[in-house]
């Protein structure tokens, strides 16, 4: 038990790039179809519904970027 909690990693100092990657985001934008996965209209309609919120809240932010640095 007490050389696990002397084992403690350090924490690695992400990049700027690193930080805004959006590869998960991309992901679950463009990836394929899986035919394994289980398909009904409450799913599709709960996808279409995070796309949605994810695109006004990225829209959101660039505006609110562009309202601070540019107007």
């Given at each position: 038990m ?14 700027f ?25 409450n ?10 919120s ?18």
């Amino acid at each position: 038990m007490e050389k696990e909690a002397d084992t403690v990693e350090p924490k690695k100092k992400l990049s700027f790039r690193e930080f805004f990657q959006l590869g998960e985001v991309g992901g679950y934008f463009f990836r394929k179809k899986d035919p394994n996965r289980p398909s009904n209209i409450n799913l599709k309609m709960m996808h279409g519904v995070n796309k949605i919120s994810i695109i006004i809240f990225l829209l959101g932010v660039m505006f609110i970027i562009i309202k601070r640095f540019l107007l």
